[in-house]
């Protein structure tokens, strides 16, 4: 009777250690290799099994959404450098690490969408996302140890993959090298697109060559180059000045006052207004006088004249928008 009741307990307790014990190093590498960029799927019918009890690996949970309800930018512009994190470990370590005392511990990514892991991220009371959790080697064997082990990533502008992967190497000791996949389509695209560009120069290279050294082509090309720049073009690259402002009341602010500061789209407002002033300005002098009927010269005249007027009223009212108290205006129109 005794040894039937100790080969109970024996059994018992080993299908409860194996349940707190979760997957074991090669389980999760055979897991990791089985998905295309190394992440493991988790989802609310394995996290318990893949985080609870006592674990000899690290693991890294990225917590994201793809679907169009949740709208997640940073979602979609972080979950491709996390997997190529995930990618650069794999090349290097295929197998894992040797696991002792002495080398440090294998890595894991995993990744869990939102719709599909629900109860999952109810558990954090997240108020948004992504999120990245790291989960340390523990020799806990509560199954909700996980809760209170983890360590979250700060998320800070910049380069996602060099700043999650010095994160890691600060939290395990393990080196990163990023390898960065080649993208085929876009290979594919360029060499297609230069073959196509290639040929037609062949045969229409007389007509190219043509265009190519057309003055008008030029003297176009020369024109928008001086108003972009006159406009402060050069100035919007080095400053990194936003396009517009929203003021958060459903109201947009273009224009920005004072001389030290401008929006990226106050360069395509002015470049237009010089632009069109200038051409006002030649049909006036060049083409104007060409008219033969003195009526309709005399209608074309005054259209043109207004137009300049008009035009010239609103780029006095920009400026006096962006110098205070500038004395000289016409029409005010701001």
Known sequence: MRADLLSYIIVVTTLVTNVLAGFSNSELLGMAKSHRNK????????????????????????LT??????????????????????????????????????????IYFLSSEFMESRSFFEIFQLNNIPKVYYF??????????????????????????????????????NQINIFIPP???????????????????????????????SRYLWSAFSLIAVLL???????????????????????????????????????????????????????LIKKAPEIKSPSIQFITVGILAGLIFVFYSIYLSIFDMKGT?????FMQFF
């Not at 295929?94 to 080398?103: F, I, K, L, Y």
């Not at 209170?148 to 999650?164: A, D, T």
């Not at 073009?233 to 001389?259: A, C, E, K, T, W």
């Not at 108290?325 to 205006?329: F, N």
């Open 39 to 62: 992440v493991i799927t988790l989802n609310d019918q394995n996290y318990q099994e893949i985080l609870g009890g006592p674990r000899d690996y690290h693991l890294f949970v990225l």
């Open 229 to 283: 720049l006159t406009t402060g073009y050069m100035f919007n690259q080095i400053r990194g000045v936003p396009y517009v402002r929203d003021l958060g009341n459903g109201n947009i602010q273009y224009i920005v006052p004072g001389q030290q500061n401008q929006f990226g789209v106050e360069t395509q407002i002015l470049s237009f207004i010089y632009g069109f002033l200038s051409l006002l300005v030649v049909v």
């Open 136 to 173: 340390p080697p523990s020799q806990s064997t509560s199954p909700k140890n996980f809760i209170n082990e983890k360590l979250e990533y700060q998320f800070f502008s910049g380069e996602h993959k060099e700043l999650v992967k010095n994160w890691i190497t600060e939290l395990t000791g």
């Open 183 to 213: 993208d085929y389509s876009r290979i594919i695209i360029n060499a297609v697109a230069t073959f196509i560009l290639v040929v037609s120069l062949k045969i229409f290279h007389k007509q190219a060559l043509a265009f190519i050294s």
């Open 65 to 106: 959404s793809d679907s169009p309800q949740i709208n997640c930018a940073l979602c979609r512009e972080f979950k491709p450098d996390f997997e190529i994190v995930s990618n650069s470990w794999f090349k290097e370590h295929p197998q894992g690490v040797s696991v002792d005392e002495e080398t440090p511990k294998n």
């Open 325 to 329: 108290g500038y004395p000289y205006k």
